[in-house]
């Protein structure tokens, strides 16, 4: 299996902070990387896809970048609905395998 | 907009089989270049995915858990349901089913159900 190791597994910030979540890959997966949001209590919901492309309906604030093993989700200019739990996850090959999450909260 | 909504026991006795179904509404689960999955998460864990389905019965599970793990789907119903058998306390976790969509080559969740919690107790 795909180890997907995420840095920091928590983070304090401000709002209007830049904020940047790291996500390593066990081997390369190209850019086969997915990024979500979990607020508590609700379903993680789908922010980035293929590394870098933005979903539908996510705020330009957020952006991808990355290949191979290393890659970076940005929020740059965080804002108080941001404030909630980031996983990586490769879809390379299954099974497919999340990160152990970021949590970023209020400072 | 597609909906996925769980179904099932909110407890299950350990030693027995764990039960789920989706319902997806807002389109067909026979449409489009999508596989439809399965996903737990442990209370204050982390995210585990557990497999996923086509709407012509094809397969992935995940061989951490494949052993007791079944995925079917009912085209007719627009539902796809997971059994697990012989449950033990660490399958304890709010389940989730998802859409897995291929975009430029790169499959995503894109469409969640909101989660059923699953509780494994005597």
């Known amino acids: 299996d795909i180890q997907m190791t995420q840095s920091p597994s928590s983070l304090s910030a401000s709002v209007g902070d830049r904020v940047t979540i790291t996500c390593r890959a066990s081997q390369s997966i190209s850019n086969y990387l997915n990024w979500y949001q979990q607020k508590p209590g609700k379903a993680p919901k789908l922010l980035i896809y293929g590394a870098s492309s933005l979903q539908s309906g996510v705020p330009s604030r957020v952006s991808g970048s990355g290949s191979g093993t290393d890659f970076t989700l940005t929020i740059s200019s965080l804002q108080p609905e941001d404030f909630a739990t980031y996983y990586c996850?490769?879809?390379?090959?299954?099974?497919?395998?999340f990160g152990q999450g970021t949590k970023v909260e209020i400072k | 907009q597609v909906q996925l909504q769980e179904s099932g026991p909110g407890l299950v006795k350990p030693s027995q089989t764990l039960s789920l179904i989706c319902t997806v509404s807002g389109g067909s689960i026979s449409s489009g270049n999508y596989y439809w999955s399965w996903i737990r998460q442990p209370a204050g864990k982390g995210l585990e995915w557990i497999g996923r389905?086509?709407?012509?019965?094809?397969?992935n599970y995940n061989p951490s858990l494949k052993s007791g793990v079944t995925i079917s789907v009912d085209t007719s119903k627009n539902q796809f349901s997971l059994r697990l058998s012989s449950v033990t306390a660490a399958d304890t976790a709010v389940y989730y089913c998802?859409?897995?969509?291929?975009?430029?080559?790169?499959?995503?969740?894109?469409?969640w159900g909101q989660g059923t919690l699953v509780t494994v107790s005597s």
């Open positions: 998802a859409r897995d969509r291929r975009d430029r080559s790169v499959w995503a969740f894109d469409y």
């Open positions: 389905i086509y709407s012509s019965g094809s397969t």
């Open positions: 996850q490769q879809s390379y090959n299954t099974p497919w395998t």
